[in-house]
């Protein structure tokens, strides 16, 4: 539910300054695909993924890496890490490794995706919860399905998310069991990015913004010796937008053409310029299917998402009305949603 509400300063007999650029504040999640045993245990792609976010966004951002343990059903926090510390800079990005068992058709996106869920949401850490700031999640193939069980979890707890973004999404249908592709109703925006031809390959999402490649990406080819697939490189496209400046992602390399020039965009005014971090360029409206919503069997607890791209003056005068888009969902506080406390 989007809504408005204004501000109207009435105590203060002077105007009020404050910063017009937030912190980089957010939770960024990263899951891989499918990552056959014949493969590097954990694809590089990932970090070097993240490492380009937060150069991106010019602040030192943590970068952590949880690995599940299929036989104990247990997670293994690695690059030294016991918990994800929320408060050495208010944000963090969050690597998921689920490669020991991504190749295993009969091991569930859904099931591993509840473990992660326990493990990220179902406690502290450091005293904070991860649900306390935007989430991104960002998903590859399998990877894309994992995500989508996370934002069926967290919309089950009333906790909304700032974006998903998916690449190349694609469910293993062998047993029916991976997590089916859908948006669902606490997700402020997603974005899909995908293509048809040379198998594995995506589909559209409904409720998405969908951006079709085949065009793009059709007789791909290895172009530099590179032991690639379109269905890889859609994450290298992704990656492209990200670090505008990249040729390669550790994976794939990134070609400027015709890769951002026949849709009538260039590296810097799609993907990840539709984030929060970036905010380069609007977002645009979902273009296919609608979202998915559901009756959850929890007492959702009310929050409030403000529009992160609603630009803020940074001088406030007494006396002046302002006023602000913000997504609320609540199913029965009661809360007055037209009154908030602003942070400052």
């Not at 150069?55 to 918990?83: H, K």
């Not at 929890?298 to 003056?313: E, G, H, S």
């Not at 005068?317 to 913000?326: A, E, N, S």
Request: proline share 6%.
């Amino acid at each position: 539910m989007k809504k408005q509400f204004a501000l109207l300063l009435l105590l203060l007999a002077f105007s009020v300054s404050a910063k017009a650029t937030e912190p980089p504040c957010g939770i960024t999640i990263i899951t891989h695909g499918y990552q056959g045993p014949i493969y590097a245990p954990f694809p590089q792609w990932v970090r070097i993924m993240a490492e380009a976010i937060t150069n991106r966004i010019g602040a030192s951002i943590p970068i952590y890496t949880v690995r599940f343990e299929p036989l104990t059903s247990a997670f293994i926090p690695m690059d030294r890490a016991t918990n994800d510390d929320l408060g050495r800079s208010g944000s963090a990005i969050i690597l998921l490794d689920w490669s020991e068992v991504s190749w295993i058709t009969t091991t569930s996106t859904r099931s591993v995706a509840d473990h992660f869920f326990d493990f990220l949401f179902g406690r502290a850490h450091n005293n904070h919860s991860l649900a306390e700031l935007p989430i991104h999640l960002i998903g590859h193939s399998r990877g894309a399905s994992l995500n989508t069980r996370l934002a069926y979890r967290l919309a089950n707890s009333g906790i909304l998310i700032d974006q998903v973004t998916t690449l190349d999404p694609h469910p293993v249908e062998l047993n029916g069991n991976d997590e089916d592709m859908a948006t669902y109703w606490n997700v402020v925006f997603a974005d899909n990015y995908w293509r048809h031809g040379v198998a594995p390959q995506g589909d559209p999402v409904d409720g998405a913004f969908n951006v079709p490649l085949d065009d793009e990406f059709d007789g791909l080819g290895d172009p530099q010796g590179f032991l690639v697939t379109e269905h890889q490189a859609v994450h290298t496209y992704y990656y492209g937008t990200i670090n505008t400046a990249a040729s390669d992602d550790g994976d794939t390399p990134v070609l400027t053409w015709p890769w951002f020039t026949s849709q009538g965009v260039t590296r810097s005014t799609t993907g990840f310029a539709y984030s929060r971090y970036a905010r380069s360029a609007d977002r645009p409206a979902a273009n296919a299917g609608i979202r998915t919503s559901f009756s959850s069997p929890v007492q959702l607890w009310p929050n409030a998402y403000f529009d992160q791209r609603t630009p803020i003056t940074d001088h406030i005068t007494v006396g002046q009305q302002h006023t602000f888009d913000y997504h609320f969902s609540d199913r029965s506080s009661e809360l007055d949603s037209d009154r908030f406390k602003l942070p400052f």
